[in-house]
């Protein structure tokens, strides 16, 4: 593993990519010829030219999809041969570890030390864990009575279209091809166009861990060709979609106009940090308030970017958050002493400076709120906080997906509550006290799908992620994730 910026800075100059789409087990350009920009955000320099995909490959991807599908080479393959593979792809995500997270970190711009710290090792044991539970798995019989047997399996669906988003390019993608895969489906994925080229390797891997050629297919392009296709072909059985609220109620909309597939969303989210004043050490309580506000650039679905603070300890805990805030280090993200990167893009900053402006306008800015060029790019935004922000303010309402961070003083339980579930979102939500009925009352309470007791965001492929409302329906990790890409058949036998 490189340890300085220096090794990562070589490591870049020689990294080859894949640039063409995967399509059936083979690398090729589009249909179209067309290509788009990959840009690194660090030095807003492009790393390459990739296959722009539209209609006409994602009918060739789903072909293929379908044709392996049927053929049986992997959906009807022993659970054992299946978890083999998927042992394997696992193993070389591992194997790879150092290569994948530079992708990762040259085209979103994550700090190096979490793509390959967290995200690397965290995308690898999903894929284990989803491998490992394959035969481990058993049907149902039905309490007939004499004379009928009636057998109740898990079949997989068929194709399966993964779209998913730039902000975790490797854990976010794994998260939704694992279970999909173990299940037995094929999986066509689409990644975000900010952030193909790790997906196109992680492609590359499954054919290197036996996946037959078909099974896992991707196609790189823009959402409105690619992702609307994909989402709008007859031959796809069901949308696994991570991303924006808004598109994906295009894609329930899009289900609707073709065959009615099963879509499965994880969206947007604006999460509650609720303190109760009875909290455990505020110091340590600011330090996870930081890092749940700002951690990957705030670029977290489930980012907790609200701070209900219980009125009596505001004034206090903002300050350390505050502080924290101003001693988080910008800076190039191949640097592992890096802790905050670049915005992915021009766009993603022009929107996050307009909820600062638009923030400074109702609430008090404590710290931050600025843009900052380093190494020549100008995509760095600083930690900022505001405090006093009204409830309906759209700073308070809105995912930002940037380092923002809204306090909102409370006075009692009920109103934290109120405040809590406030917002269309029921993602993630957090809550310190030391109380554990509290504790117990107010996480029942609360409306998300996720609630962390004295810790922030709590994480981990042993239980499900999702949530209520406009952050979706859908369940990534655990068992549970494996019944979104799976139909239950009964098969009644009379004898």
Request: overall charge negative; hydrophobic content about 45%; proline content about 5%.
């Amino acid at each position: 593993m490189s340890t300085t910026v220096e090794d990562w800075i070589q490591a870049a100059s020689t990294l080859s990519v894949r640039s063409q789409a995967l399509i059936d087990g083979e690398f090729v350009d589009a249909s179209s010829g067309e290509t788009f920009e990959c840009v690194n955000p660090a030095t807003e320099a492009v790393l390459a030219a990739v296959a722009s995909c539209d209609s006409a490959d994602v009918d060739k991807a789903v072909s293929s999809a379908r044709d392996v599908f049927v053929g049986g080479s992997w959906s009807l393959a022993a659970p054992a041969e299946r978890k083999r593979v998927l042992r394997r792809f696992a193993e070389l995500l591992l194997e790879h570890q150092d290569e994948l997270a530079l992708l990762v970190t040259l085209e979103m711009g994550k700090p190096i030390r979490d793509s390959v710290g967290i995200e690397l090792p965290l995308a690898a044991s999903v894929m284990e864990w989803q491998a490992e539970a394959i035969d481990k798995a058993y049907g149902e019989v039905a309490p007939t009575g004499p004379g009928d047997v009636a057998l109740i399996t898990r079949e997989p669906l068929g194709v399966v279209g993964a779209i998913v988003p730039w902000n975790f390019p490797v854990n976010l993608a794994v998260s939704r091809i694992a279970p999909a895969l173990a299940a037995g489906n094929s999986v066509i994925l689409k990644p975000a166009e900010q952030s193909p080229l790790a997906a196109l390797r992680i492609g590359e891997l499954g054919l290197e861990a036996g996946l037959p050629a078909g099974v896992l297919n991707v196609v790189p392009g823009i959402g409105e060709r690619a992702g609307k296709a994909l989402a709008l072909h007859e031959g796809v059985d069901c949308i696994a979609f991570t991303g924006s609220t808004a598109v994906g109620k295009l894609l329930l909309t899009f289900a609707g106009q073709s065959n009615m597939k099963q879509v499965w969303l994880e969206c947007g989210g604006k999460s509650a940090n609720v303190v109760f004043a009875d909290s455990p050490d505020l110091e340590q309580v600011a330090t996870f308030v930081a890092m749940g506000a700002f951690w990957n650039q705030g670029e977290v679905c489930s980012s907790h970017s609200r701070l209900l603070a219980e009125q009596s300890i505001a004034n206090e805990l903002v300050a350390l958050v505050a502080k924290r805030a101003g001693e988080l280090r910008l800076g190039d993200p191949l640097d592992p002493a890096t802790e905050i990167g670049p915005l992915v893009d021009g766009e993603q900053v022009s929107k996050v400076l307009g909820y600062v402006e638009s923030g400074r306008e109702v609430a008090n800015l404590v710290t931050g709120g600025g843009r900052v060029e380093i190494g020549g790019s100008r995509l760095y935004v600083e930690p900022t906080v505001f405090d006093e922000v009204p409830k309906n303010a759209a700073v308070a309402q809105d995912e930002i997906f940037g380092p923002v961070l809204s306090v909102l003083p409370f006075e009692d339980e009920e109103e934290a509550i109120s405040i809590a579930n406030g917002t269309a979102y029921g993602l993630g939500a957090s809550l310190w006290t030391k109380d554990l009925s509290r504790a117990l009352r107010v996480s029942r309470r609360l409306r998300a799908g996720t609630v962390s007791v004295n810790t922030v965001d709590a994480y981990s492929v042993l239980t499900p992620f999702g949530g209520v409302g406009d952050s979706g329906s859908s369940r990534d990790h655990s068992l549970h994730a494996v019944e979104h890409y799976s139909s239950l058949k009964t098969t009644w036998i009379k004898y």
